[in-house]
T-cell receptor
Framework: GENVEQHPSTLSVQEGDSAVIKCTYS??????FPWYKQELGKRPQLIID?????GEKKDQRIAVTLNKTAKHFSLHITETQPEDSAVYFC????????????FGTGTRLKVLA | NAGVTQTPKFQVLKTGQSMTLQCAQD?????MSWYRQDPGMGLRLIHY???????DQGEVPNGYNVSRSTTEDFPLRLLSAAPSQTSVYFC???????????FGPGTRLTVL
């Protein structure tokens, strides 16, 4: 069935360093890939997304890349700050049909000051 | 806009009790869904709806019912609560197409 694998499950970086989280999806018909950030005790919030007709998208310190051939997409955070510490979830979806999201299992990012 | 709202924020039930978690959105979104989040398990889809009158099961539907009589509301019913249903429940909605999903604030449910 449909599946999204996310790695690593935990990631610790020094403040100012970069962090990369990777996801692999199984359904080749997926064409929309959002990323969510969830702070402790809060709801998940959309931070960036990418469509399948785009290879890369940036928004200030965060960027997402997509490799459709390999069915991989990644979140890149540069110049990490303590407030980036959170759990990050990737997801794969389609723009039609059921619109169902398939989430990855999450990455706990810790930015060490 | 209030966005996605959920009630209650916290709930404690005894095994065997039933209850309904409420979810409403004011963004005229077609698609709504319910997730449960357990420690270390990520977000698991319980049920979803692609419009009023249309619902379908997600990956963990057992023990839960849903209905969607209006675009705005998507209640989740626990038929006979079990300790395994202790979790945080999130409702979410999105428009069709290439749009992100908006989450409600969550309901923390404990079943004793």
């Amino acid at each position: 069935g449909e599946n999204v694998e996310q790695h690593p499950s935990t990631l610790s970086v020094q403040e100012g360093d970069s962090a990369v989280i990777k996801c692999t999806y199984s359904d080749s018909a997926s064409n929309y890939f959002p990323w969510y950030k969830q702070e402790l005790g809060k709801r998940p919030q959309l931070i960036i997304d990418i469509r399948s007709n785009v290879g890369e998208k940036k928004d200030q310190r965060i960027a997402v890349t997509l490799n459709k051939t390999a069915k991989h997409f990644s979140l890149h955070i540069t110049e990490t700050q303590p407030e980036d510490s959170a759990v990050y979830f990737c997801a794969a979806s389609k723009d039609s049909g059921t619109y169902k999201y398939i989430f990855g299992t999450g990455t706990r990012l810790k930015v060490l000051a | 806009n209030a966005g996605v709202t959920q009630t209650p924020k916290f709930q404690v039930l005894k095994t065997g009790q039933s209850m309904t978690l409420q979810c409403a959105q004011d963004m005229n979104h077609e698609y709504m869904s319910w997730y449960r989040q357990d420690p270390g398990m990520g977000l698991r889809l319980i049920h979803y709806s692609v419009g009023a009158g249309i619902t379908d099961q997600g990956e963990v539907p057992n023990g839960y019912n849903v209905s969607r009589s209006t675009t705005e509301d998507f209640p989740l019913r626990l038929l006979s609560a079990a300790p395994s249903q202790t979790s945080v429940y999130f409702c979410a909605s999105r428009a069709g197409g290439y749009f992100g999903q908006f989450f409600g604030p969550g309901t923390r449910l404990t079943v004793l």
